[in-house]
C-alpha cells in the first residue's frame, strides 16, 4: 500500500512569491492535515481537511491556505512569501470516522516538502 | 492550553542498551490519545507507538513500550535492545477530537545509538 506522498520534494521561492505544495493521501484516508516544521522547532499544526472542507486551522495568517479536492489530494498554497516561511512542511493522512475498532486518530506522515524563501 | 513539554534534547546510547525518552503533556481534556513518532535523517515521520488514554495498560510493540502515568500526564518512551537504526529524533504528541484533531507535538529528543 502506497504511503503519503508529497511534492515537490525541495522547492526554492523569492520573498512574495505564491508557492503551492501538494499532498496525496493514503488510499483510503479522508482527512489531510498539514503542518510546518521549521528548523530547530517542532511540528505546527496548519490546517485540517476532512471531505473537502476546512475543518480546523493552526494559529497561521490568512495567506497560508488550502484544498482538498474529491478524490481527498490536497494542496497547501503560502501567498505573499517571507523569508521565515522557510521550513520543512509536512502533510499526514488518517481516517476520519468510525471503524470497527473504533474512531481512527492515528496520523501517516509524508515525506514533506523543503520550501526556502530567499 | 494543551501543551507537549520534552525536556531531553538529545540523547545517545550504546547499541544493545535501553533508553528512556520522557515527555510530559497538559491537557485539561479526559479522552485524548498519546503517540511517539521517530523522524530519521531521511526525515520521514513514523509512528513508533500509540495510546489511548482511557487505557491503563501501557501500549508495547515489540522493543518499544511506554510508561503512561495519566495522573502525573506522563509518557515515555522505552526502547529496549537499542540498534543504530534507531537513530533519529523522537517526537512526542497528543491529540484530543475536542481541539479538531490537533496534533501537538513537542520540539523532539534527537536519539543517537553509538555502535
Known amino acids: 500500500e502506497a504511503g503519503v506522498t508529497q511534492s515537490p520534494t525541495h522547492l526554492i521561492k523569492t520573498r512574495g512569491q505564491q508557492a503551492t505544495l501538494r499532498c496525496s493521501p493514503i488510499?483510503?484516508?479522508?482527512?489531510v492535515y498539514w503542518y510546518q516544521q521549521a528548523l530547530g522547532l517542532g511540528l505546527q499544526f496548519l490546517l485540517w481537511y476532512d471531505e473537502g472542507e476546512e475543518r480546523n486551522r493552526g494559529n497561521f495568517p490568512p495567506r497560508f491556505s488550502g484544498r482538498q479536492f474529491p478524490n481527498y489530494s490536497s494542496e497547501l498554497n503560502v501567498n505573499a512569501l517571507e523569508l521565515e516561511d522557510s521550513a520543512l512542511y509536512l502533510c499526514a493522512s488518517s481516517l476520519e470516522g468510525l471503524s470497527s475498532s473504533g474512531f481512527q486518530e492515528t496520523q501517516y506522515f509524508g515525506p514533506g516538502t523543503r520550501l526556502l524563501v530567499l | 492550553a494543551q501543551t507537549v513539554t520534552q525536556s531531553q534534547p538529545e540523547m545517545s546510547v550504546q547499541e544493545a542498551e535501553t533508553v528512556t525518552l520522557s515527555c510530559t503533556y497538559d491537557t485539561s481534556e479526559n479522552n485524548y490519545y498519546l503517540f511517539w513518532y521517530k523522524q530519521p535523517p531521511s526525515r520521514q515521520m513514523i509512528l513508533v507507538i500509540r495510546?489511548?488514554?482511557?487505557?491503563?495498560q501501557n501500549a508495547t510493540e515489540n522493543r518499544f513500550s511506554v510508561n503512561f502515568q495519566k495522573a502525573a500526564k506522563s509518557f515515555s518512551l522505552k526502547i529496549s535492545d537499542s540498534q543504530l537504526g534507531d537513530t533519529a529524533m523522537y517526537f512526542c504528541a497528543f491529540m484530543t477530537r475536542d481541539t479538531g484533531n490537533q496534533f501537538y507535538f513537542g520540539t523532539g529528543t534527537s536519539l543517537t545509538v553509538i555502535p
Open positions: 488510499s483510503g484516508h479522508t482527512s
Open positions: 495510546q489511548e488514554a482511557y487505557k491503563q
